[in-house]
């Protein structure tokens, strides 16, 4: 079975700091892994997905997350932060082989501070 | 494309009672799935349908938890004998059955509230 830990529960920045949330998965199998978002009273959002290919993967509103197979890492980054992008950030991981299910971690609160 | 939709937004029931959530799709989606999400936790995986047919479910979902999704279309999640521990986000999510690991559109969710 797959899991995914995401290190940080709260990550609180200024407005126009970077930013980099973690998130390391386990499997036995190789995997596909996801980045939503999930503001206030919403569902969740894809920001980006990794299935194959380039490493680094770019996603939307200027988000970036880069696939580290050695260190089995799948880290969101952002270079410049706004206001808006206070939310919930979730990391998803879908072992291949398998009925496709995601497993979440368990989520980073981003607060961006003015 | 109108996203997916779910009603109630919000439920609030007393411990013992039965309540009925329902979850509309977009349109040409084959996939369903159904999640619970509490507080501080990521969504987990309550069951999910191909079409109409409900092909896998989770542990989590007990006896008192049902789910359909009849024609395929819309799909409803029943609970019955509402304990304070149900208490959560239900969360509905539909994708394309062509990819399996495409995008889940994921709805706003039902709040549940068990007094």
């Known amino acids: 079975a797959q899991s995914v830990t995401q290190l940080d529960s709260q990550v609180p920045v200024f407005e126009e700091a970077p930013v980099e949330l973690r998130c390391n998965y386990s499997?036995?199998?190789?995997?596909?892994l996801f980045w939503y978002v999930q503001y206030p009273n919403q569902g969740l959002q894809l920001l980006l997905k990794y299935l194959s290919g380039s490493t680094l993967v770019k996603g939307i509103n200027g988000f970036e997350a880069e696939f580290n197979k050695s260190q089995t890492s799948f880290h969101l980054r952002k270079p410049s932060v706004h206001i808006s992008d206070t939310a919930e950030y979730f990391c998803a991981v879908i072992a291949s082989g398998g009925s496709y299910i995601p497993t979440f971690g368990r989520g980073t609160s981003l607060i961006v501070h003015p | 494309d109108t996203g997916v939709s779910q009603d109630p937004r919000h439920k609030i029931t007393k411990r013992g009672q039965n309540v009925t959530f329902r979850c509309d799709p977009i349109?040409?989606?084959?996939?369903l799935y159904w999640y619970r999400q509490t507080l501080g936790q990521g969504p987990e995986f309550l069951t999910y349908f191909q079409n109409e047919a409900q092909l896998e479910k989770s542990r989590l979902l007990s006896d008192r938890f049902s789910a359909e999704r009849p024609k395929g279309s819309f799909s409803t999640l029943e609970i019955q004998r509402t304990e304070q521990g149900d208490s959560a986000m239900y969360l509905c999510?539909?994708?394309?059955?062509?990819?399996?690991?495409?995008?889940?559109?994921f709805g706003p969710g039902t709040r549940l509230t068990v007094l």
């Open positions: 499997s036995s199998v190789s995997v596909y």
């Open positions: 999510a539909s994708g394309r059955l062509a990819a399996s690991t495409d995008t889940q559109y």
């Open positions: 349109s040409e989606h084959n996939r």
